[in-house]
């Protein structure tokens, strides 16, 4: 049974910054694709950063380009979120998503339990 384990959400002033970590218990860890959504409350669900198994080809939503970045370390199952110059619409609950070797979107992803970001002005 694949498991994910997020941390690192918090309150955070505008321009600050976070660090999100998931911890992914699977013994294929270093070839699936990894990700980050959020959601808001009434809002539609936002892939934020992905990152392919293979190629590591990174990718980013619009909205967060050149300020936050996905990263992961195969040794230790985690894969992380580099958030830098938050903006109070970066205010969101953070989910940690495990794809596999094609990609992220199947129904057999798997979801973490969310970690809550709240940016304030």
């Known amino acids: 049974q694949v498991q994910l384990v997020e941390s690192g959400g918090g309150l955070v002033q505008a321009g600050g910054s976070l660090r999100l970590s998931c911890a992914v218990s699977?013994?294929?860890?270093?070839?699936?694709?990894m990700g980050w959504y959020r959601q808001v409350p009434g809002k539609q669900r936002e892939l934020v950063a992905s990152m392919a198994s293979g190629s590591r080809q990174t990718n980013y939503a619009d909205s967060v380009k050149g300020r936050f970045t996905i990263s992961r370390d195969n040794a230790k199952n985690t894969v992380y979120l580099q958030m830098n110059s938050l903006k109070p619409e970066d205010t969101a609950i953070y989910y940690c998503v495990r794809g596999n070797i094609y990609g992220l979107g199947y129904s057999s992803d798997y979801w973490g339990q969310g970690t809550q970001v709240t940016v304030s002005s």
């Open positions: 699977d013994s294929i860890f270093s070839i699936v694709a």
